[in-house]
């Protein structure tokens, strides 16, 4: 199958991760492939799947979540921008709320790796992990060494 991109020039990396997490919100694919990099070395790596490399599997991967009916609300939390001349990494937790519940999954961190070049910026790699459990009452975290 060969893809018909439709073009999004995104003037920042916030910009394209607006409509990222928008494209899920609406279960638009053309809207979610419009953020990715027109590359075959786009990776995503969600939850509980394999790797998707490449348009064609990232597509695959989106439709088939949109297809069955993907039905949840994610509040994104930032914390942390890295962003220096064309490369942006962001990362995030994500909180997912089933539509329709009142019950949160444990958040995910996500990583997202954006790329600027002449047609604006765009998405390289979306990488999620479970966030660590919280810390029992009482105890306090570890003290990272410096």
Known sequence: MIEQQMRTNFSSAADAEDAYYDAIDEKDLEKMMSVWA?????VCLLP???MRRGRNAVRETWKNLFDHELKVVITVN???????????????EEVVTPV????????????????????????LLHLNS??????????LPPIPSS
């Open 48 to 50: 509980m799947q394999p």
């Open 130 to 139: 479970p966030a660590p459990p919280p810390a029992p009452a009482g105890v």
């Open 78 to 92: 930032h914390l942390q921008w890295i962003e220096r001349d064309n490369m942006a990494i962001h990362l995030l």
């Open 38 to 42: 027109d590359s075959g070395e786009i």
């Open 100 to 123: 329709g519940s009142t019950q949160s999954q444990p958040p995910v961190y996500a990583s997202n790796v954006y790329q600027r070049d002449n047609t604006g910026w765009h998405l």
